[in-house]
T-cell receptor, first 112, second 114 residues
Framework: QQQVKQSPQSLIVQKGGISIINCAYENTAFDYFPWYQQFPGKGPALLIAIRPDVSEKKEGRFTISFNKSAKQFSLHIMDSQPGDSATYFCAAGPSGTYKYIFGTGTRLKVLA | DTAVSQTPKYLVTQMGNDKSIKCEQNLGHDTMYWYKQDSKKFLKIMFSYNNKELIINETVPNRFSPKSPDKAHLNLHINSLELGDSAVYFC?????????????FGSGTRLTVV
């Protein structure tokens, strides 16, 4: 019940396209779902996060969709740009604790 | 100003040696973490300190010992290094209980054991 499954492992998208990364969790106690973006040689950086009281959250070109009943959430990157090329991690955990479970990462490449 | 800084950035050492990695944060956060990222990019928590108190200690060999002299610093000492310890080690910090504001990660220390 502690896994967070992330797919795909890698993704290639044309500039201007939509990038979609999916995550699924098992533990119903999880109620905080952040996404992190990691560039080569850098640490992960918080991109956007959602709580299960909403089904969607949008910040600029980045949108999280959340399906509580299916225990799934996804990151959509609209109008993908070459500068979005990075590794993306979803994570999940229960509020009130000090640790997330991270997904296994998705390496996104946006072609110019 | 770097928010979470780690030193060194690269560390190459021989098996059996002892080494330390240092981490400092200037964000005023009260919780700090060590994460290990393996060659497949998988991120796994190792330790967490809240106000200098150890609150998370995952299943990590006892060759790894964290130390937090104050809430702005969290160091990681590794004894008797093994080939399997080669990875990127990330320090991170957060304010309060995670889930409110997320983590701020450092840039990582790439440890290579030869």
């Amino acid at each position: 019940q502690q896994q967070v499954k992330q797919s795909p492992q890698s993704l290639i998208v044309q500039k201007g396209g939509i990038s979609i990364i999916n995550c699924a969790y098992e533990n119903t106690a999880f109620d905080y779902f952040p996404w992190y973006q990691q560039f080569p040689g850098k640490g992960p950086a918080l991109l956007i996060a959602i709580r299960p009281d909403v089904s969607e959250k949008k910040e600029g070109r980045f949108t999280i969709s959340f399906n509580k009943s299916a225990k799934q959430f996804s990151l959509h990157i609209m109008d993908s740009q070459p500068g979005d090329s990075a590794t993306y991690f979803c994570a999940a955990g229960p509020s009130g604790t000090y640790k997330y479970i991270f997904g296994t990462g998705t390496r996104l490449k946006v072609l110019a | 100003d770097t928010a979470v800084s780690q030193t060194p950035k690269y560390l190459v050492t021989q098996m059996g040696n002892d080494k330390s990695i240092k981490c400092e944060q200037n964000l005023g956060h009260d919780t700090m973490y060590w994460y290990k990222q393996d060659s497949k990019k998988f991120l796994k928590i190792m330790f967490s300190y809240n106000n200098k108190e150890l609150i998370i200690n995952e299943t990590v060999p006892n060759r790894f010992s964290p130390k937090s002299p104050d809430k702005a610093h969290l160091n990681l000492h590794i004894n008797s290094l093994e080939l399997g310890d080669s990875a990127v080690y990330f320090c991170a910090s957060s304010q309060g209980i995670q889930g409110n504001y997320g983590y701020t990660f450092g840039s990582g220390t790439r440890l290579t054991v030869v």
